[in-house]
């Protein structure tokens, strides 16, 4: 079975430009969750998604964005691009079961991809 | 408020050595998962073990540990015979359930970064 997959690894941006990343989910997985990771710090999670609507939300502005695509693949977009921004984004996959949250599956995650707002 | 708390930010071990990294957590929801996780240089987030709430005995695998102690709130990583691979950052990490309105997340701590010494 294949893991997550970030796209792209590095990424440069100036201040107020707009960035998508990419993530695939691993086979098998319907849910996908992402976090960024600033210098030093532990992953905030940013949202998730199931069934290609948001299933929850993080302390995050409106220009963070995503979508899930049919096959379980996730978008992140971020509009007006801040120097805050500039972090280590995590994308995460599981697979979850609507009414019966478990607690204990796992999730896989990605290696993620650097941004640097310059 | 911090749910997660790792008050060390940097440890060092001899290779072969066992190490116990801490980690405090809070929530008032009985129910609750706790995880570790390991992440080298490459940045990907790696599952290492998982210890439920109601689970009755600590959680093992292979030369990972949890200690496990409810009362106290603590939920420490034991890894024994440390390797030079060993030598990572360390995050733990929390999920409540959904109903706690906490979106299916894990909440992570600020990460222990751990040295193996050959």
């Known amino acids: 079975e294949t893991g997550v997959t970030q796209s792209p690894t590095h990424l440069i941006k100036t201040r107020g430009q707009q960035v998508t990343l990419r993530c695939s989910s691993q086979?098998?997985?319907?849910?996908v969750s992402w976090y960024q990771q600033a210098l030093g710090q532990g992953p905030q999670f940013i949202f998730q998604?199931?069934?290609?609507?948001?299933?929850g939300r993080g302390n995050f502005p409106p220009r963070f964005s995503g979508l899930q695509f049919p096959n379980y693949s996730s978008e992140l977009n971020v509009n007006a691009l801040e120097l805050d921004d500039s972090a280590l984004y995590l994308c995460?996959?599981?697979?979850?079961?609507?009414?019966?949250?478990?607690?204990?599956?796992?999730?896989?995650f990605g290696s993620g991809t650097r941004l640097t707002v310059v | 408020a911090q749910k997660i708390t790792q008050t060390q930010p940097g440890m060092f071990v001899q290779e072969k050595e066992a190490v116990t990294l801490d980690c405090t957590y809070d929530?008032?929801?009985?129910?609750?998962?706790l995880f570790w996780y390991k992440q080298p240089s490459s940045g990907e987030m790696i599952f290492l073990i998982y210890?439920?709430?109601?689970?009755?005995q600590n959680a093992t695998e292979g030369r990972y540990s949890l200690n496990f102690q409810k009362a106290r709130k603590s939920a420490n990583l034991v890894i024994s015979a440390s390797q030079l691979g060993d030598s990572a950052m360390y995050f733990c990490?929390?999920?409540?359930?959904?109903?706690?309105?906490?979106?299916?997340?894990?909440?992570f701590g600020s990460g222990t970064q751990l040295t193996v010494l050959p």
């Open positions: 995460a996959s599981s697979l979850e079961f609507s009414g019966a949250p478990r607690l204990n599956y796992g999730y896989t």
């Open positions: 086979s098998g997985h319907n849910t």
């Open positions: 998604y199931y069934r290609e609507e948001e299933n």
């Open positions: 929530t008032s929801d009985p129910s609750y998962g």
């Open positions: 210890q439920g709430s109601y689970d009755q």
């Open positions: 990490a929390m999920r409540e359930p959904f109903s706690s309105g906490s979106a299916r997340q894990l909440t």
